[in-house]
């Protein structure tokens, strides 16, 4: 899968391949508290705004000022991760990042949902 969002949280960075589960995996009390900071493959940052449970991404700028700043944090997380990042271009390291796609979640749990899961219904008489 081709990346095309990388969400970064603290030390922790995540890459996606699709807008829908970059705003899915982003919860809205974290968006609240900007724990995030996103950019897409070329290295326009991103607007991270709550949206109910998840979040909504849009794009921040039209030309991408920050691919630098992005180059460096992945450059950062491979060798985090034991990986080498040869090539020094975004693309490259980008390639080489995407098989880490975060993986498709089709929806979000309710939290009645996350309460069966944690207490059957068998223990809740």
């Known amino acids: 899968m081709a990346v095309k969002y990388v969400?970064?949280?603290?030390?922790?960075?995540?890459?996606?391949?699709?807008?829908?589960?970059?705003?899915?995996?982003?919860?809205?009390?974290?968006?609240?508290?900007?724990?995030?900071?996103?950019?897409?493959?070329?290295?326009?940052?991103?607007?991270?705004?709550?949206?109910?449970?998840?979040?909504?991404?849009?794009?921040?700028?039209?030309?991408?000022?920050?691919?630098?700043?992005?180059?460096?944090?992945?450059?950062?997380h491979l060798k985090n991760i034991g990986r080498n990042p040869s090539g020094g271009d975004l693309p490259s390291l980008l390639e080489m990042c995407s098989d880490l796609c975060y993986p498709y979640r089709p929806k979000r749990r309710t939290w009645k949902e996350w309460l069966g899961w944690f207490w059957p219904s068998s223990r809740r008489s």
């Open 7 to 76: 969400i970064a949280d603290g030390r922790d960075i995540e890459f996606f391949s699709s807008k829908e589960t970059a705003e899915r995996y982003m919860e809205s009390i974290d968006v609240l508290d900007n724990a995030y900071r996103g950019y897409d493959a070329t290295g326009r940052l991103l607007n991270i705004s709550p949206k109910g449970q998840a979040s909504e991404v849009s794009l921040a700028e039209d030309v991408p000022h920050h691919a630098e700043e992005l180059k460096n944090l992945i450059g950062k």
